[in-house]
């Protein structure tokens, strides 16, 4: 009798599946874009067909918030709308340069979307980004392919996910850049650099070559090519980077030491190795100084050298890091190359 009376009071605290969706009731948007106009949004989801009968399915909505639009939108349609499985968040330029604090905080502190979606702005409304897009793929997935490490993402697109946004906004020596793209002329997508972010603004912009510096710096294993001096093209087979950073009369000063192994894919004429590394390691400081200036003039740490004085500041020094410590930074920069005779060849 006993175990009777507590088998049937188990049936009550046992919740099962009761509130399991079928996966046919769901919609699962792959991308979703957000634009923003005097403080009203609109946001589109991209949702791929799952079958050879389905097409592909743009809808959106207008409204004061991201979340009540999201619900809007679930509300007319005959499926719910899950955005645990959302890939890419694609927002114009006019949102980002009003800054993405409320559309970040808001996506991050819902749970409806996870903090690795892939975080990109466009360089045109989203709207007409997306009807081009559906244009061009049969299946919707073309965006997300394009920013797969193992299909289309190229060592000169910035890669920021939406935590990392999440940390920078609230981070004191943590900027990021968020890449820019559009719809291409001949291809279906075109990167046009990345976007400087500021606590969570839009401040300046980098072409390709100075946001793969970006990557470089950051320790980010990059094979990207460069040309150097007319004298030939080399690949990026790995790089390694040493930091040191101190104090002098209170001005932040940080020694990095970049090491390169390089392949030679093409030369022009007969260079030798020692003239190409070193119009090399000159072509690579240039460039470094110009981007290092371009950044200190919007203020952004999106290098993250901030990170490296962490231990040697207050509270209250951090939050003038920006302001007081980071404009007044110095960088002394040594890189060094090796060249890899046998290039993509492994030795036997």
Same mark, same amino acid.
């Given at each position: 009798?006993?175990?009777?009376?507590?088998?049937?009071?188990?049936?009550?605290?046992?919740?099962?599946?009761?509130?399991?969706?079928?996966?046919?009731?769901?919609?699962?948007?792959?991308?979703?874009?957000?634009?923003?106009?005097?403080?009203?949004?609109?946001?589109?989801?991209?949702?791929?067909?799952?079958?050879?009968?389905?097409?592909?399915? &743009?809808?959106?909505?207008?409204?004061?918030?991201?979340?009540?639009?999201?619900?809007?939108?679930?509300?007319?349609?005959?499926?719910?709308?899950?955005?645990?499985?959302?890939?890419?968040?694609?927002?114009?330029?006019?949102?980002?340069?009003?800054?993405?604090?409320?559309?970040?905080?808001?996506?991050?502190?819902?749970?409806?979307?996870?903090?690795?979606?892939?975080?990109?702005?466009?360089?045109?409304?989203?709207?007409?980004?997306?009807?081009?897009?559906?244009?061009?793929?049969?299946?919707?997935?073309?965006?997300?392919?394009?920013?797969?490490?193992?299909?289309?993402?190229?060592?000169?697109?910035?890669?920021?996910?939406?935590?990392?946004?999440?940390?920078?906004?609230?981070?004191?020596?943590?900027?990021?850049?968020?890449?820019?793209?559009?719809?291409?002329?001949?291809?279906?997508?075109?990167?046009?650099?990345?976007?400087?972010?500021?606590?969570?603004?839009?401040?300046?912009?980098?072409?390709?070559?100075?946001?793969?510096?970006?990557?470089?710096?950051?320790?980010?294993?990059?094979?990207?090519?460069?040309?150097?001096?007319?004298?030939?093209?080399?690949?990026?087979?790995?790089?390694?980077?040493? $930091?040191?950073?101190?104090?002098?009369?209170?001005?932040?000063?940080?020694?990095?030491?970049?090491?390169?192994?390089?392949?030679?894919?093409?030369?022009?004429?007969?260079?030798?190795?020692?003239?190409?590394?070193?119009?090399?390691?000159?072509?690579?400081?240039?460039?470094?100084? $110009?981007?290092?200036?371009?950044?200190?003039?919007?203020?952004?740490? &999106?290098?993250?050298?901030?990170? $490296?004085?962490?231990?040697?500041?207050?509270?209250?020094?951090?939050?003038?890091?920006?302001?007081?410590?980071?404009?007044?930074?110095?960088?002394?920069?040594?890189?060094?190359?090796?060249?890899?005779?046998?290039?993509?060849?492994?030795?036997?």
């Amino acid at each position: 009798m006993l175990k009777w009376i507590v088998a049937t009071l188990l049936l009550f605290i046992l919740s099962g599946c009761w509130d399991n969706k079928d996966i046919n009731h769901r919609s699962l948007p792959i991308a979703m874009g957000v634009s923003y106009n005097q403080g009203q949004y609109t946001v589109y989801l991209d949702i791929p067909k799952v079958s050879e009968t389905d097409k592909i399915q &743009v809808v959106s909505e207008s409204g004061d918030t991201i979340n009540d639009i999201i619900d809007k939108i679930s509300m007319n349609m005959e499926s719910e709308i899950d955005l645990l499985h959302l890939k890419i968040i694609l927002v114009d330029k006019e949102f980002a340069k009003h800054g993405l604090n409320d559309g970040v905080s808001s996506l991050i502190r819902s749970r409806h979307v996870s903090p690795k979606t892939l975080f990109v702005i466009c360089d045109e409304s989203p709207d007409r980004f997306f009807e081009k897009m559906d244009k061009n793929s049969n299946d919707g997935t073309l965006i997300y392919d394009f920013f797969q490490r193992n299909s289309g993402l190229s060592p000169e697109i910035a890669y920021t996910q939406t935590w990392k946004i999440f940390r920078s906004i609230h981070s004191f020596t943590n900027d990021v850049v968020i890449p820019i793209i559009k719809s291409g002329h001949t291809t279906a997508i075109e990167s046009t650099g990345s976007a400087i972010m500021k606590n969570g603004k839009m401040v300046g912009r980098l072409n390709n070559e100075e946001t793969l510096l970006i990557n470089v710096f950051n320790g980010k294993k990059t094979q990207g090519k460069i040309e150097v001096m007319g004298k030939g093209t080399i690949q990026i087979v790995s790089n390694h980077l040493k $930091h040191r950073s101190y104090f002098v009369d209170n001005q932040a000063l940080l020694k990095s030491k970049l090491s390169l192994k390089v392949i030679l894919l093409d030369t022009k004429g007969n260079p030798s190795e020692d003239s190409i590394k070193s119009d090399l390691n000159k072509l690579v400081l240039e460039r470094f100084e $110009h981007l290092f200036e371009k950044i200190k003039l919007g203020g952004a740490d &999106v290098l993250g050298v901030g990170q $490296h004085f962490r231990n040697e500041l207050t509270r209250t020094q951090l939050e003038e890091w920006h302001a007081e410590y980071f404009k007044n930074l110095k960088i002394d920069l040594q890189v060094s190359t090796t060249i890899r005779n046998t290039g993509n060849l492994k030795d036997t």
